[in-house]
């Protein structure tokens, strides 16, 4: 069940841990497009469309992630700056009506409670 707005019961509602996870995921994307722009060089724009073979590949992924966590190191003060200034002490925000709140915490399971 997603996490609802308490004030207009939206279900546009943005977590604190899910921000990081769009930054995250936001650094890998960069970090690939970074190692695929350096992987295109003059030869590639030639007409002649050469495969590109498993070393190649092997090399563009781990230029990929060490590019995305250099991307993800970098994109720490944005994520520090969102979390303190949009979340503020709160875990949820509201995308529809900007509601900041927090979660309800989940019930604990308890064989004694209600019992006797
Ligand atoms: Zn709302």
């Given at each position: 069940m997603s996490t609802r707005c308490?004030?207009?019961?939206?279900?546009?509602v943005l977590s604190k841990e899910a921000v990081g996870t769009l930054v995250m995921l936001a650094s890998v994307i960069g970090g690939f497009m970074n190692a695929a722009r350096r992987l295109?060089?003059?030869?590639?724009?030639?007409?002649e469309v050469k495969p590109i073979n498993l070393e190649q590949v092997l090399g563009f992924v781990t230029q990929g992630i060490e590019l995305a966590q250099r991307q993800w190191a970098e994109n720490q003060p944005f994520l520090q700056d969102a979390r303190r200034f949009q979340f503020m002490q709160h875990d949820c925000l509201c995308l529809r009506c900007g509601a900041l709140f927090n979660r309800a915490p989940e019930p604990e399971l308890n064989p004694d409670s209600g019992v006797g």
């Open positions: 308490l004030i207009c019961e939206s279900s546009a295109s060089d003059p030869e590639a724009a030639s007409p």
